[in-house]
């Protein structure tokens, strides 16, 4: 199977620095576009950043010029980047991933468990 799993969370001061980390796993042909999603409490889970096979990225205007998406295809990782971190930011942070999976020729969207930061004012 195909697993996503992220580290790097944790608690940082406003204004502080974390990177957030991803690692697919499993029996994955292709690793297509990946991306990071956010989701606070009480609040529906919402688009952070995602970043093509290719290095083509996007960005929610809510962190552009704070966050920095990147991703290393030989270790089937993607990173973020988190700068200038706000109170606002609070949230589980979800890796996401379209990934074709080793025999098969459709593509599958695939969701790692979260991993949690926290940001103090």
């Known amino acids: 199977q195909v697993q996503l799993v992220e580290s790097g969370g944790g608690l940082v001061q406003a204004g502080g620095s974390l990177r957030l980390s991803c690692v697919a796993s499993?029996?994955?042909?292709?690793?297509?576009?990946m991306g990071w999603y956010r989701q606070a409490p009480g609040k529906q889970r919402e688009f952070v950043a995602r970043?093509?096979?290719?290095?083509?990225?996007g960005y929610a205007d809510s962190v552009k010029d704070r966050f920095t998406i990147s991703r290393d295809n030989a270790k089937k990782t993607v990173y973020l980047q988190m700068n200038s971190l706000k109170p606002d930011d609070t949230a589980v942070y979800y890796c996401?991933?379209?990934?074709?999976?080793?025999?098969?020729?459709?593509?599958?969207?695939?969701w790692g468990q979260g991993t949690q930061v926290t940001v103090s004012s």
């Open positions: 996401n991933a379209d990934i074709i999976r080793v025999g098969f020729a459709n593509v599958n969207n695939y």
């Open positions: 499993g029996s994955i042909f292709s690793l297509r576009s």
């Open positions: 970043i093509t096979s290719g290095g083509g990225t």
